[in-house]
């Protein structure tokens, strides 16, 4: 899946301009262009090849315009690199920005003290994509986050308002997609409950695939959780962020406190057919090397397989950032580090180099195969993952059959090979659908060579840490 922001932004485009979009997780950009204008989208973990581009197009003579959170919050460090910045939301800026280019009268700065409407949108430009390298693609319902958690820039960006687009809006641009699946980019798409209903019954004759961000509350609404299951819901990505209530607090997460009905909602979603992709962040200041040995134990016990786990860090423009940076914690390092796999602040009651050692070795333990087997033999056991997906080409078919039979069968690791003879009897016992058994394999396989790639360079990362380590922070 590649990011949502530039097939919107091209759909915003006149129809003049010749556009062209480049993803480099997926493609390199051609050497021979010279485009007149370059639009490039920031985040904090790609916001050093972002000036690097800038640089670069700038010195053929291209006007260069970023968008994105990273250059929104980081407008004079962009404009060393560019001509322009869309701080926010983009509609009606880029608009002007062009407008503007045309005329000779390109400004620094578009930014709007409004948010704009957001109840219609126009079908992202995925015919601009090579959807080849592709399985799924995005989409966004609405916009906004009443909650205002600390390390999060959400609300910072759209608001603590919440905006929706028009049903019909949406299921129209599920008719003109390229793909059967999905994923939603809304950071909690069934916060409004009657709003969610309404899609899912919209969206249950199309006969789709989809993941989603949600709270775990979604599972105290039974009608819901069965309509998201019947709309093809696959998988939900559930933030807990911390097991430790101390550090939801410090964060301002009040609304994430679980208790004791973790386990019974975490049941019920697995019940509906729907996995859980269950994050969390070790770094707060209450937090102690023992978090991490807690969230291991606790997505072993809830047969949570897949996991994303980060290092606390503090992209510009949040609270967490303000605080770290009046208290002298930001560390000066590559922005690129900061993606959450790196330590890049000056934690209270860990070293840099002590939380980096032991959150490699927690995700090397939640992605071996051996962890993966027995969370996957336990939570697909039960049945409830029957429901087939959405069609995919038959290129695609033959791509990921290949890749499942060369990883799974052309190996001598054991606990693969196993995971493997039990995930086809299940299949062929029809206890699970092809696509929820074949593409539970997979996704597995991407996380366990994610961490093997960086184990192989562990030597280099551990060098890098320690040259900035300044031990567990301590107030005066």
Request: net charge neutral.
């Amino acid at each position: 899946m590649i990011p949502l922001a530039l097939p919107t932004i091209a759909a915003l485009t006149p129809d003049h301009y010749n556009i062209r979009i480049f993803d480099e997780e997926i493609e390199t950009i051609p050497k021979n262009l010279k485009p007149d204008i370059v639009g490039i989208t920031t985040l904090a973990a790609t916001g050093k090849r972002a000036f690097e581009l800038g640089d670069y197009y700038r010195s053929l003579g291209s006007k260069v315009i970023y968008g994105g959170p990273y250059a929104s919050f980081m407008q004079e460090e962009a404009l060393k690199h560019g001509d322009c910045v869309i701080a926010g939301e983009a509609e009606g800026k880029w608009e002007q920005a062009l407008a503007d280019f045309e005329h000779g009268c390109l400004k620094p700065v578009y930014e709007s003290q409004n948010y704009v409407e957001y109840k219609t949108q126009k079908p992202p430009r995925w015919d601009l994509v090579n959807m080849n390298r592709i399985f799924q693609v995005a989409i966004q319902v609405s916009r906004g986050c009443p909650f205002n958690c600390d390390f999060c820039l959400v609300s910072k960006n759209f608001g603590r308002k919440m905006r929706y687009r028009d049903i019909d809006n949406v299921v129209a641009e599920i008719k003109a997609a390229p793909s059967k699946y999905f994923f939603f980019v809304d950071d909690n798409l069934t916060i409004n409950k009657k709003y969610a209903k309404e899609l899912m019954r919209a969206i249950i004759p199309l006969k789709i695939s989809w993941g989603c961000m949600c709270s775990l509350d979604v599972a105290t609404d039974e009608e819901l959780l069965n309509l998201m299951a019947e709309a093809g819901c696959f998988n939900i990505l559930v933030g807990f962020e911390s097991l430790n209530p101390a550090s939801l607090d410090e964060s301002q997460k009040h609304h994430n406190r679980g208790g004791s009905i973790y386990a019974e909602a975490i049941n019920k979603i697995h019940s509906a057919g729907i996995h859980i992709n269950a994050s969390f962040v070790v770094g707060f200041d209450n937090d102690t090397l023992e978090e991490f040995d807690r969230i291991f134990d606790f997505t072993m016990m809830y047969n949570l397989p897949n996991v994303n786990l980060h290092l606390l860090n503090a992209p510009p423009g949040t609270e967490t950032h303000r605080k770290f940076n009046e208290e002298g914690r930001l560390l000066s390092c590559d922005p690129e580090l900061g993606v959450g796999h790196f330590p890049t602040l000056h934690y209270m009651n860990m070293s840099q180099i002590g939380i980096f050692d032991k959150y490699m070795e927690t995700v090397s333990r939640l992605y071996s195969f051996e962890t993966i087997r027995k969370k996957g033999e336990r939570l697909l056991s039960n049945g409830t993952f029957t429901r087939p997906g959405g069609d995919i080409s038959a290129w695609m078919k033959a791509r990921l059959s290949w890749i499942t039979f060369k990883e799974f069968v052309l190996t001598r690791d054991p606990d693969r090979r196993n995971l493997f003879k039990f995930v086809i009897n299940l299949i062929r016992t029809k206890k699970i659908a092809i696509d929820k058994g074949l593409g539970f394999l997979l996704s597995m396989l991407g996380y366990n060579r994610h961490i093997r790639a960086h184990q192989r360079n562990m030597a280099e990362y551990r060098k890098i840490v320690m040259a900035q380590d300044k031990g567990a922070w301590r107030k005066d």
